[in-house]
């Protein structure tokens, strides 16, 4: 099977001089349409830069990209990075980050507006991935008016809108309790199994790893240890070297 995101070699190097940061040092990682895999690795190992480089938003300063089969760096031709993102990434964050002062409906409007879909099928689109995300009844509310996984729900609903092939999920759920964090993770897992959707998510939280199909660890500027193999819903993938 092709794989949805390929990553050989990746650096990434901030500044100059005596302020050069060598942050990543050549990752390789490759994850497979329908796996779910956790980026686990102390706090400034450079999972959000990785990650970033994977939704193209950071060029690295070396390595080869490949997204759906396509080089995005390290090959002959520069393919549009803004319109890859648009049609093939879905982005989600600690934070939900909803726009205050539009309803979750419309939240989710603006990213399918973006997509050029408008009028009644993308009220439809909206209604139905809220749905999907069992906040259909909380679309009318304002951010303000959502609880924190709620939130969390119609931000997921809004990555959504695209259908995208590669989730990129930055500690989603970091900013919730284990109950709700859990259900965010599971949300993510059945996008997988049903979409075949591959889903790379940053984590700390090992109780969240029940969810995964595989762990990487990123340490020193590499993938210092990596099961990212298939294993079946519920059971917890074999971890290697995660402390906490
Ligand atoms: N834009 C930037 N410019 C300079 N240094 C950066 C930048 N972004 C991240 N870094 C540095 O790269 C390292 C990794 O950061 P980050 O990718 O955010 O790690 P993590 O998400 O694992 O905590 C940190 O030392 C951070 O200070
Ligand atoms: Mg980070």
Redo the contacts with the bound molecule.
């Keep these: 099977m092709a794989f949805a995101v390929e990553a050989k070699d990746i650096r990434m190097t ?2 100059e001089g005596r302020a050069r ?1 060598e ?1 990543l040092k050549g990752v390789d990682l490759s994850v497979r349409p329908g796996e779910v895999v956790a980026v686990m ?10 990650l970033n480089i994977l939704g193209l938003v950071t060029e690295p300063t070396g390595g080869r990209l490949v997204l759906g089969g396509q080089d995005i760096y390290g090959g002959r031709f520069r393919p549009n990075l803004q319109r890859l993102r648009r049609e093939r990434l879905g982005f989600i964050f600690q934070f939900a980050n909803l726009i205050p002062f539009l309803t979750a409906r419309e939240n989710v409007l603006l990213s399918l507006d973006l997509l050029g879909l408008g009028g009644r099928a993308a009220r439809q689109r909206a209604d139905e991935l809220l749905g999907s995300l069992g906040v259909a009844e909380r679309a009318h509310l304002l951010p303000e008016k959502l609880s924190g996984g709620e939130r969390q729900r119609v931000a997921i609903a809004r990555a959504l809108a695209n259908d995208p092939k590669l989730i990129l999920a ?1 500690e989603p759920t970091a900013s919730l309790d284990a109950e709700r964090g859990l259900s965010v993770m599971r949300l993510l897992r059945r996008l997988a199994d049903e979409h075949g959707t591959a889903v790379l998510v ?1 984590t700390h939280d090992t109780r969240m790893l029940g969810e995964v199909t595989g762990v990487i660890r ?1 340490e020193d500027g590499a993938v210092q240890a990596e099961d990212a193999r298939l294993v079946p819903l519920t059971k917890a993938p074999k971890e290697i070297g995660i402390s906490s």
């Design positions: 901030y500044g940061v942050v690795g102390p706090s400034g190992s450079g999972k959000t830069t990785l930055d940053v990123l």
